[in-house]
């Protein structure tokens, strides 16, 4: 890779400040200074120093964010603020993406990276990977719904949903609302809110728990992120 995207991934600033950093020849490969960005380098085998330090380069961020609501799950956007805004500069510099999306209006779990080929295996349909939502819903939620997506529940487009698992957290007769917890295996468009309306009911709350192995972290508070631990990305990567 070009030396002047190794070092603007590795925290040395936009690809300007990193050329001002090579003219002043504090860069060096191998032993030998370095003034020319476009050069080909190696992070394996290369060593690339910066002052005398050597440059550790990470080729895949994961980051765990709780997402709160009015953000939207994508990357650049011209009206309202996207997850990639909620990191520091420093980590958007590898250029994360989250896998898969969470609706505008719903919190909870959401996995930011840069590895495509994790990113496809969460994702693609085949995999059939877990998410755990925990949802208010208008409406009485009764066993009958329960048995309902066990068995898949058809949308309105006519797809008919794989089996789901719904645990009846809480109903209150009197406000006429539920509160539920409900497992998909896969992950069609507002897929939980239709899978309700199916069944006539609304869903007026929504927030992911988990997604395959990965759980969201109870000391993140909405809006608030960190790097996932070795272990893990290693449960993501080695999951079954």
Known sequence: MRLDKL???????????VKNLLKKKVVTVNGTFQKDGKVQVSPETDLI????????????VYFMLHKPKGVISATTDNLHETVIDLLQPQDQLQEPFPVGR?????????????DGNLAHELLSPKKHVNKVYQAEIKGIVIEKDAVAFLKGVTLEDGYNCKPAELVIHETDGAKGTSKIEVTIHEGKFH?????????????????????????????????????????EIESLKNRK
């Open 191 to 231: 897929q939980v809110k239709r899978m309700f309306e199916s069944v006539d009911k609304e869903v007026t709350y929504l927030k992911r728990l988990s997604m395959g192995p990965l759980y969201l972290d109870e000391n993140l508070q909405l809006g608030e992120y960190r790097t996932l631990t070795q272990d």
């Open 49 to 60: 120093e910066v002052f005398g330090e050597k440059v550790e380069y990470q080729e895949f």
């Open 102 to 114: 969470l609706d505008i209006d719903t919190e909870g779990l959401l996995l930011l990276t840069n």
């Open 7 to 17: 070092l603007s991934h590795s925290g040395f600033g936009t690809r300007k400040e």
